[in-house]
T-cell receptor, first 110, second 112 residues
Framework: KNEVEQSPQNLTAQEGEFITINCSYS?????LHWLQQHPGGGIVSLFM???GKKKHGRLIATINIQEKHSSLHITASHPRDSAVYIC????????????FGKGTHLIIQP | DADVTQTPRNRITKTGKRIMLECSQT?????MYWYRQDPGLGLRLIYY???????NKGEISDGYSVSRQAQAKFSLSLESAIPNQTALYFC???????????FGPGTRLTVL
């Protein structure tokens, strides 16, 4: 079983819909990251969470440490939001670097 | 100019060849990472470096070596490339005490 699981793996929605991507993890963490990978391959960091909730524009990320679960929400989705969204965790203690989920491929249709 | 650059961006090579992928950063970060991405598997950590004198193996270091020539440069070598090393390779940087990692644009490597 992967230490970081994302769902769904693929999601196609219509422009304007509210989008939710989920991430569950099975290890102790010090932080959780949400990343966006563009169709051209580049990866950018969207959020880093250790507790609670963060908002940036139309993106909202939440984390529940007790349940080992995080969600990424996109409000008023737009075709330019089409990308792969990746959840990654920084383990508490141990090796540096991130442990990644397999990603959620999101397509927003006009 | 990009803060984290990778060269080459694309490379096709043959089994048994030695290959070096290079990463440079202008962010002044002390920590640098090499990851590989395979379809359906997500990114996995190959090596990471805390500074010029500190190199550490990651999850999948077999078949790879690295060199931290300077704080700004971190190279990944495949001594004898094999087809299952065909992947997208990413370099990333981070400043100690901060959590955000900054990724390079990636190098697409194909080993025939």
């Amino acid at each position: 079983k992967n230490e970081v699981e994302q769902s769904p793996q693929n999601l196609t929605a219509q422009e304007g819909e509210f989008i939710t991507i989920n991430c569950s993890y099975s290890v102790g963490i010090s932080a959780l990251h949400w990343l966006q990978q563009h169709p051209g391959g580049g990866i950018v960091s969207l959020f880093m969470l250790s507790s609670g909730k963060k908002k940036h524009g139309r993106l909202i990320a939440t984390i529940n440490i007790q349940e080992k679960h995080s969600s990424l929400h996109i409000t008023a989705s737009h075709p330019r939001d089409s990308a792969v969204y990746i959840c990654a965790v920084k383990r508490g203690g141990g090796a540096d670097g991130l442990t990644f989920g397999k990603g959620t491929h999101l397509i927003i249709q006009p | 100019d990009a803060d984290v650059t990778q060269t080459p961006r694309n490379r096709i090579t043959k089994t048994g060849k030695r290959i070096m992928l290079e990463c440079s950063q202008t962010k002044g970060h002390d920590r640098m990472y090499w990851y590989r991405q395979d379809p359906g598997l997500g990114l996995r950590l190959i090596y990471y470096s805390f500074d010029v004198k500190d190199i550490n193996k990651g999850e999948i270091s077999d078949g790879y070596s690295v060199s931290r020539q300077a704080q700004a440069k971190f190279s990944l070598s495949l001594e004898s490339a094999i087809p299952n090393q065909t992947a997208l390779y990413f370099c990333a940087t981070r400043e100690s005490g901060e959590d955000t990692q900054y990724f390079g644009p990636g190098t697409r490597l194909t080993v025939l």
